[in-house]
T-cell receptor
Framework: QKEVEQNSGPLSVPEGAIASLNCTYS??????FFWYRQYSGKSPELIMS????GDKEDGRFTAQLNKASQYVSLLIRDSQPSDSATYLC?????????????FGAGTRLFVKA | SQTIHQWPATLVQPVGSPLSLECTVE??????LYWYRQAAGRGLQLLFY??????ISSEVPQNLSASRPQDRQFILSSKKLLLSDSGFYLC??????????????FGEGSWLTVV
């Protein structure tokens, strides 16, 4: 089983719609969870971090964490063509003192104008 | 503010040649440092991480090595490159703290093509 799993997509949504991205992880001791956005040919940039169960909102982005189900999600409201990118879920493994962060393979999102 | 610099940005190397990628972080001290690799169309693979000078943890046994000669300097090396070493190499750093909260920040990346 992969440590961090994401649907590779592509996920295609119309402009203005809500995009929903999902991620599951295998290490129950994990405590830090992140979403990154990566444009083609560029390095990943942080969108959000979440550490506690529940929802965390930042502008058009909402991260959701459910540790019991080992599930993290990212909602993008009012999707824009500029949101078209690959979204990477990242998890810091629980037995490494916060030093080892593993990434999923990413979900490609296309927002159609 | 903290910044991370990585170089060279692009390089084309023949099979069997050596490699050296360098990364420095400014504006912080005692960072955790990381090297990741992203093959074409693939996810990020953690290669090495370091929690201090001379302290390197290897995640993938292969012909790559890493060194941390100074607190904010991280170097990725190879003595003989393989075709499979081609990819996008990313240096990254995080504040050294116990979880949760160790957000990783990436450099601009280095594109390596082995021919």
């Amino acid at each position: 089983q992969k440590e961090v799993e994401q649907n590779s997509g592509p996920l295609s949504v119309p402009e203005g719609a809500i995009a929903s991205l999902n991620c599951t992880y295998s290490d129950r001791g994990s405590q830090s969870f992140f979403w990154y956005r990566q444009y083609s040919g560029k390095s990943p940039e942080l969108i959000m971090s979440i550490y506690s169960n529940g929802d965390k909102e930042d502008g058009r982005f909402t991260a959701q964490l459910n540790k019991a189900s080992q599930y993290v999600s990212l909602l993008i409201r009012d999707s824009q063509p500029s949101d078209s990118a690959t979204y990477l879920c990242a998890v810091t493994l629980g037995n490494t003192g916060g030093f080892k962060t593993i990434f999923g393979a990413g979900t490609r999102l296309f927002v159609k104008a | 503010s903290q910044t991370i610099h990585q170089w060279p940005a692009t390089l084309v190397q023949p099979v069997g040649s050596p490699l050296s990628l360098e990364c420095t972080v400014e504006g912080t001290s005692n960072p955790n440092l990381y090297w990741y690799r992203q093959a074409a169309g693939r996810g990020l693979q953690l290669l090495f991480y370091s929690v201090g000078i001379g302290q390197i943890s290897s995640e993938v046994p292969q012909n790559l090595s890493a060194s941390r000669p100074q607190d904010r300097q991280f170097i990725l090396s190879s003595k003989k490159l393989l075709l499979s070493d081609s990819g996008f190499y990313l240096c990254a750093w995080s504040v050294r703290r116990e979880a949760p909260g160790n957000t990783i920040y990436f450099g601009e990346g280095s594109w390596l093509t082995v021919v």
